[in-house]
């Protein structure tokens, strides 16, 4: 079976959350304010042994495991776009776009036989995926598969330094331990959001005061942003909480 796809620049991917590789939240902490996402897959999910490779696993009330996919993220409300997006819905940094916009509509931390679903375009988006659009997916199998190869190679090095402090920040802090294991057993899921800041001890090569320098004004902006809504009072305690945080390291 052969699928279909073209992107329209329509813009409307570039809205809300945004997964990040180490490296690039690093290297923009000035523009995108940062969190750290923990997304539990239930055994028995198409994706659960490899988000169990390329991040934690945690035991559950009911016997079973939950994996868990932990992802550097920019931090955004839905209705937020991206700082990159320009006014005319273009791309900003088109040619050095984060390694999840290039791979897009595909992702790596789903197995290639399974982004069927990923080629559907979400309400309001206007992909194209007539049959005069490329194809892009054949027999469950990527045609071009160069960025969906360079997303994973970035999970699977991103592993190396996210697994390890998954486990210790667990252990160190049960009360995380037991918000994963409840998300993980709600019926739709979710995500836990962590601050970057318990990261940053895992980073050595990291100049955490000149990292909390860049961070801080943009948590600050977004606190600022988000004020005055109700409906993004989570976000807004976020950002609040993490200028705070980071203002401190900065002085």
């Known amino acids: 079976m052969e699928r279909h796809f073209a992107c329209t620049a329509c813009g409307k991917c570039c809205f809300g959350i945004l997964p990040l590789t180490l490296d690039e939240a690093l290297a923009q902490a000035d523009t995108f304010p940062l969190a750290l996402a923990w997304t539990p897959v239930r ?8 988000t169990a490779d390329l991040g934690a696993t945690v035991k559950l009330k009911n016997r079973k495991t939950a994996a868990v ?22 791309c900003a940094v088109h040619t050095n776009k984060p ?40 027999d469950k199998r990527l045609v071009e598969r160069q960025d969906f190869d360079a997303e994973r190679e970035s999970l699977l090095r991103d592993a190396r330094i996210l697994k390890p402090y998954a486990a210790w920040l667990m252990d160190s802090v049960p009360s995380l331990r037991m918000e994963v294991q409840r998300v993980a057993m709600k019926p739709s899921g979710g ?10 001890p895992r980073l050595p090569k990291v100049d955490i005061y000149a990292f909390a320098a860049r961070q801080a004004p943009v948590m600050r902006a977004y606190a600022e942003k988000t004020a005055a809504d109700p409906g ?8 609040a909480q993490g200028a705070a945080e980071w203002e401190k390291v900065a002085l």
Not at 43 to 50: E, P
Not at 191 to 200: C, D, G, N, Y
Request: hydrophobic share 35%; with cysteine.
């Open 43 to 50: 055994q028995g999910g198409r994706s659960f042994d490899l």
């Open 232 to 239: 993004l009072a989570e976000f807004h305690k976020r950002y």
């Open 99 to 138: 390694q999840r916009c290039k791979a897009m509509p595909f992702n790596a931390t789903r197995t290639e036989d399974d982004q069927d679903d990923l080629l559907l375009p979400r309400p309001g988006w206007t992909c194209d995926v007539s049959d005069t659009a490329p194809v892009v997916y054949r």
């Open 191 to 200: 995500r836990v959001l962590v601050s970057f800041a318990t990261l940053i």
């Open 69 to 90: 996919q932990i992802s550097p993220i920019s931090d955004l409300p839905p209705s937020f776009s991206c700082p990159h997006l320009t006014s005319d819905g273009r």
